[in-house]
């Protein structure tokens, strides 16, 4: 009986894996990973499982996985394999950020995706911002700035870190805080993935937020602030032009006066006088645990 599986060209495949046709070829030639079946005359086409072992290679290679070692691996596997399996190619945690880093450059969404959340549920949010993200998206960023290439790649990483953020950042049941805690990027800060990070780890330790992500003008802020009656307000500045005391000091009056904490490299000391600044995630989150009473 024929079969109606649909068949692939050399084309599509490369599309669909993001490499050239001719690295298939060569992978094809050099390891044997091709189209299973190949009739002289015609033109190659690639099954459905044919796809799945080289997707599964390519993802191998992606971590750091010699093709010829990646070939064979794909080869074996006579079934479609989680994405759960492949990050069991590496042990060392520290090699993780490597592996992320080599897996953003191939435009990898799916693996960054599957390692993220393997990664929040087993270390937490903390964890993993201070020793995984952190030092992922410096790569990334010193690559853009060293070569002037690669801002789509920064700009992949952030959404999609940005979206895994707000999966982990759940409705709190039986909140520690009366009134949830302000996060907000100040004046022109377009900045805001520390926000969805500081609010993810925040929900870890059931304390509730408002994020009012980027410029986010001190109208707004004031408003929320007369509004929410917060016992915390984080603000945060990646740049110094948008680091400015007045967001601190001209908002309003209320009772009891919510604790002020500021975050990000944009704020000089000069600029903390009467207010807590947070170094880093786990800082930010212990002075706000003080301000809700924990």
Request: hydrophobic share 45%; net charge negative; proline share 5%.
């Amino acid at each position: 009986m024929a079969t109606t599986e649909e068949l692939l060209t050399v084309a599509a495949v490369a599309r669909r894996l993001g490499v050239a046709p001719a690295t298939l070829r060569t992978w094809d030639r050099r390891y044997g990973i091709g189209p299973s079946a190949h009739e002289a005359g015609k033109h190659r086409r690639y099954c459905q499982s044919d796809l799945a072992r080289l997707t599964l290679m390519r993802r191998l290679i992606s971590t750091g996985v010699a093709p010829s070692e990646a070939a064979e691996k794909a080869k074996n596997q006579k079934v479609s394999v989680k994405l759960e399996k492949i990050l069991e190619h590496y042990i060392v945690r520290d090699d993780l950020v490597e592996v992320l880093h080599k897996a953003a450059q191939a435009l990898d969404k799916k693996f960054i995706e599957t390692a993220l959340r393997t990664e929040l549920a087993e270390h937490g949010v903390e964890k993993s911002w201070s020793e995984i993200i952190v030092p992922l998206l410096f790569l990334i960023g010193n690559q853009w700035e060293t070569s002037g290439e690669g801002i789509e790649i920064e700009h992949l990483l952030s959404e999609v870190l940005k979206r895994i953020l707000q999966e982990h950042t759940q409705e709190v049941e039986k909140p520690f805080n009366a009134h949830p805690v302000l996060l907000a990027s100040v004046g022109e800060e377009l900045h805001s993935l520390a926000l969805h990070a500081l609010a993810a780890a925040l929900t870890e330790r059931k304390i509730e937020t408002y994020l009012l992500g980027s410029r986010t003008p001190l109208e707004a802020l004031s408003a929320m602030i007369s509004r929410s009656a917060p016992p915390a307000v984080f603000l945060w500045a990646q740049l110094p032009q948008n680091a400015d005391s007045k967001f601190f000091t001209e908002i309003p009056a209320i009772r009891p006066i919510p604790r002020i904490v500021l975050g990000g490299p944009g704020w000089m000391s000069s600029d903390c006088t009467g207010v807590a600044y947070a170094q880093d995630i786990s800082q930010a989150c212990l002075e706000i645990e003080r301000a809700v009473g924990l």
